[in-house]
């Protein structure tokens, strides 16, 4: 069968697949423990459910706006406000299905074919495939010193006549880890100053531990917003565990937003028309769930990261963010890929391997389960991987027995 050169270029999302197998192994009575998740196990807010619903039942569930309709436009203005104190109109916004597709169609908005977009690693898996989707280019920067934030300078220094745009996502998938506020301010400052676009990926940014919270780039921004290539991409999946909604926005200027809404009403059109109704109802109804989601998340964390302390030669960065650890496995294999491998294989814990966020030598960990996901499956790994440990494990009534080290 023929198929396109983009077709065969593009990859399929690791993490998409992940989450296949782990549920077609569990449906075969696996002792499946999932660590490699990207959502939330809580509920989708209340107000969320009670807005879908209230719209199902009248039965009439039909087009809208390929922008978005006006009462989540508002719902997203009233966000933006509160949160960044940023004043927006609804000619700023695009809602569109999951953040996923705002990038996407943002891309093909701003992208001329070998255009680049410049980001640093770790990545979120899906950025190279939507660039090259989009006929971009992507450009991964990697620290020199080994850190999961590159320095202004690595970044700039890859900036070249091609370059259209640079995404930063901060916390960051799969790291956790948040860049500074002044490395923030910086980007925003280079980006106004030589006029590219900063696409700024905040899709975690409520989801931040230890009391800190997450530079805002609109606090450095002096453009104003019509003139400014400023765009922020959010959405409603990891902040209210709302992931299967797929509701997410962008929010940028007019001229751009309207391309977006070009592409995308050709594209799919509006987003469900349900789904949109249950964003409004989150983002206008009561706010207590992200606090719960983000304690809960930290409470996580902090029990993924005492178990890993148990490991020898692991060395782990603590996520400032998210609900992903990104630990450095090499010391026991260099090769993730092999490595997740050999876990799913062997003690049927689910990782993801880190080159596919352009980082060798790593698993994303994610600590969004239950906290008995995570001390069973971290107990499980240092079993798979510890000389030390006792040479049989029992999953259920199943013996294993240490044969591969
Ligand atoms: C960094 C990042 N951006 C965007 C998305 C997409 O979110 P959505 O579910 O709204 O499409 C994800 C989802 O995993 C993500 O990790």
């Not at 396109?4 to 989450?19: D, F, G, H």
């Not at 192994?25 to 196990?41: S, T, Y």
């Not at 060798?360 to 969004?368: A, K, Q, V």
């Amino acid at each position: 069968m023929s198929l396109s050169q983009l077709a065969r270029c593009i990859k399929e999302s690791a993490t998409l697949k992940l989450n296949e197998t782990a549920s077609v192994l569990r449906e075969k009575g696996e002792p499946i423990i999932h660590l490699g998740g990207g959502e939330p196990k809580s509920k989708a807010p209340m107000d969320a459910v009670i807005n879908c619903t209230s719209l199902l039942n009248t039965g009439e569930i039909r087009y809208t706006a390929p922008d978005g309709i006006p009462a989540l436009k508002k719902a997203i203005i009233r966000y933006t406000e509160e949160h960044y104190k940023k004043i927006v109109s609804a000619h700023n916004v695009i809602a569109s299905g999951g953040a996923k597709q705002a990038l996407m169609v943002l891309l093909h908005a701003i992208l001329d074919p070998k255009e680049e977009v410049i980001f640093p690693a770790p990545y979120w898996v899906s950025y190279p495939e939507m660039v090259k989707l989009a006929g971009g280019v992507p450009v991964p920067v990697t620290a020199e010193d080994g850190s999961f934030c590159p320095t202004v300078k690595e970044i700039t220094d890859v900036v070249s006549s091609y370059t259209k745009a640079i995404i930063l996502n901060s916390p960051n998938n799969p790291s956790g880890a948040m860049y500074s506020k002044d490395f923030v301010q910086e980007m925003v400052e280079y980006c106004e100053k030589k006029s590219i676009y900063l696409i700024m990926d905040d899709i975690y940014n409520r989801l931040v531990f230890d009391g800190k919270s997450a530079p805002l780039c609109y606090d450095f921004a002096k453009m104003p917003l019509e003139q400014s290539k400023l765009v922020v991409i959010n959405g409603v999946s990891k902040m209210y565990a709302m992931t299967g909604f797929r509701i997410g926005w962008a929010i940028a200027n007019q001229f751009l937003i309207e391309a977006m809404a070009t592409i995308q009403s050709q594209q799919t059109s509006g987003p469900s028309a349900p789904a949109q109704w249950a964003a409004v109802g989150a983002l206008n109804g009561v706010q207590s769930s992200i606090e719960s989601l983000r304690v809960t998340l930290e409470n996580n964390r902090n029990v993924m990261m005492d178990r890993l302390k148990a490991f020898d030669g692991v060395r782990v960065h603590t996520p400032d963010g998210t609900f992903y650890c990104f630990p450095d496995f090499s010391a026991y294999m260099k090769d993730s890929q092999k490595l997740a491998n050999l876990l799913l294989d062997k003690v049927r814990v689910v990782t993801v391997p880190g080159r596919e966020f352009g980082f060798e030598g790593h698993l994303r960990l994610s600590y969004c389960g239950t906290i008995r996901d995570i001390t069973e499956g971290l107990d499980r790994i240092k079993w798979a991987l510890d000389p030390h440990s006792a040479n049989e494990l029992y999953l259920g009534d199943r013996k294993l027995v240490r044969e591969w080290l």
